[in-house]
């Protein structure tokens, strides 16, 4: 996932992306309390926004003639998931699941839709249900993980990337998301040597390495973070983005200094 390169895109580019922004991210690295952070436990696509408001259409008929039909329901939900239409993709799954409270698919993608609108206690909830001990799902297990790193349980979240890792070895969505945990937990060395071994992989998703590209800016290596991002983003975009992140951290840097001397000013 990029930095923005201005407050009004924000909101606009804060695409689905694997755990956290790097708004969040770049805050955490710099404040003295850890700083929020942004689930967004969406998998990586490459339909076009045009696509998926066509897949929306079709699966939102299929769901209205027939609500009890599991496909319909998640199919419809990741459309208007990837569209932004994240509380309704909710309400879909919401009703799915009491029609099919067994189902384990749908159990998933309602708990990590819950997610998506922050309600994370009820998402982890949902998502205890959507696996068993004896046979877990490695996807569960890393939205877990995110979940817990949305409410600053680093330790707990990374102890549920490992397990996924064990089902899966490599797995560069789960590393990544390991990799934003050490981030969050401030321990930036080892962040950068899990995103570099997601990076690494030939299925890599392209924002995993803006990811990469994101910590080793803020270990103030600008000049590799921009090279990191022009691998997938527009020469102009990356270094917009870098200096984005530059001014940030100065920013966040002087508010901390600030806000350690006010105490003294006042005895």
């Known amino acids: 996932m990029a930095l923005f390169s201005g407050q009004r895109q924000v909101a606009r580019r804060l695409a689905p ?15 003295s309390t850890p700083g929020d952070t942004t689930a967004s436990i969406t998998n990586p696509t490459t339909r076009s926004d045009a696509e998926w408001r066509q897949s929306a259409e079709a699966s939102g008929e299929q769901f209205r003639a027939n609500p009890n039909n599991p496909d319909a329901a998640l199919q419809y939900a990741q459309a208007l998931r990837a569209l932004g239409q994240r509380t309704q993709a909710v309400a879909v799954l ?11 698919a749908l159990l998933g993608a309602y708990g ?3 997610a998506d609108v922050g309600q994370n206690k009820q998402a982890f909830e949902v998502l205890e249900r959507a696996h068993t001990p004896d046979n877990p799902d490695w996807r569960v297990l890393s939205a877990q993980g995110a979940i817990l790193d949305q409410l600053g349980r680093h330790p707990e979240a ?3 990337y490992s397990s996924a890792l064990k089902i899966v070895p490599g797995e560069p969505s789960v590393l990544s998301n390991l990799g934003l945990s050490y981030a969050l937990a401030k321990d930036l060395p080892q962040a950068e040597k899990t995103l570099r071994q997601a990076a690494a992989s030939q299925k890599i998703d392209p924002r995993v390495r803006q990811n990469l ?4 800016g803020l270990q103030g290596r600008f000049a590799e973070a921009e090279s ?11 270094a ?9 951290l100065s920013q966040a840097k002087a508010g901390k200094k600030l806000g350690g001397a006010a105490p003294s000013a006042g005895t």
């Open 94 to 104: 919401e009703q799915a699941s009491l029609a099919s409270p067994h189902n384990k």
């Open 240 to 248: 917009s983005n870098v200096a984005y992140l530059k001014q940030m």
């Open 228 to 238: 990191i991002a022009r691998a997938d983003l527009p020469s102009d975009e990356a």
């Open 112 to 114: 990590r839709a819950l």
């Open 17 to 31: 992306a694997l755990t956290v922004s790097w708004l969040a991210l770049a805050l955490a690295g710099c404040a």
């Open 158 to 160: 990374q102890r549920y």
């Open 213 to 216: 590209a994101l910590v080793a």
